[in-house]
T-cell receptor, first 115, second 115 residues
Framework: DAKTTQPPSMDCAEGRAANLPCNHSTISGNEYVYWYRQIHSQGPQYIIHGLKNNETNEMASLIITEDRKSSTLILPHATLRDTAVYYCIVRVTNAGGTSYGKLTFGQGTILTVHP | DTEVTQTPKHLVMGMTNKKSLKCEQHMGHRAMYWYKQKAKKPPELMFVYSYEKLSINESVPSRFSPECPNSSLLNLHLHALQPEDSALYLC??????????????FGQGTRLTVV
């Protein structure tokens, strides 16, 4: 499994951009980077995923470095409701390139958005 | 409908009890998962079902018995649990286990307390 490293916690002011980094230096060429978040006492929520190119959806943007060894999740205008644990996950594939659907969660980053 | 519904939301059971957790999705997903999450820890995969067949058991003790009676339902039967099994049990689903480029949807979890 490609492991991920994230800072344990980050703070962000409401209305500002939140930039959450993730290191995945052992990622393989066919592995995707996924981001999920978990608001207190709720189930994890999918945010975004990508392979090589930068991605954007209605929730966030994902910037992946050219060597794919790290990525950054950007919440463009953070609100108090974005306070959560953010997980960066590299999607596991087996040797034949077939994913068994496993999501291996690391410790994540606790993002606290302040008024 | 992009919901994964778990019942009950809360469950308290004695060590000699038998109980079941239920999970339901109507998205036509053919992969379903059970995760266990202890307090202040990330979710950990327990079981993966693919097309109603058990494809992954992450060395889970036999006091946890999963069942997938049809493509929309996933149960987790509990028997002779220990207090250390108290946790949030999360169900998830995805299109199938073979596509890497697809997200998983999580339910809100069942918070289990074993007394």
């Amino acid at each position: 499994d490609a492991k991920t490293t994230q800072p344990p916690s980050m703070d962000c002011a409401e209305g500002r951009a939140a930039n959450l980094p993730c290191n995945h230096s052992t990622i393989s060429g066919n592995e995707y980077v996924y981001w999920y978040r978990q608001i207190h006492s709720q189930g994890p929520q999918y945010i975004i995923h990508g392979l090589k190119n930068n991605e954007t959806n209605e929730m966030a943007s994902l910037i992946i470095t050219e060597d794919r060894k790290s990525s950054t999740l950007i919440l463009p205008h953070a609100t108090l409701r974005d306070t959560a644990v953010y997980y960066c996950i590299v999607r596991v594939t087996n040797a034949g390139g077939t994913s068994y659907g496993k999501l291996t969660f690391g410790q994540g980053t606790i993002l606290t958005v302040h008024p | 409908d992009t919901e994964v519904t778990q019942t009950p939301k809360h469950l308290v059971m004695g060590m000699t009890n038998k109980k079941s957790l239920k999970c339901e999705q109507h998205m036509g997903h053919r992969a379903m998962y059970w995760y266990k999450q202890k307090a202040k820890k990330p979710p950990e995969l327990m079981f993966v079902y693919s097309y109603e067949k058990l494809s992954i058991n992450e060395s889970v003790p036999s006091r946890f018995s999963p069942e997938c009676p049809n493509s929309s339902l996933l149960n987790l039967h509990l028997h002779a649990l220990q207090p250390e099994d108290s946790a949030l049990y999360l169900c998830a689903s995805s299109q199938d286990v073979y596509r890497v480029n697809t997200e998983a949807f999580f339910g809100q979890g069942t918070r289990l307390t074993v007394v």
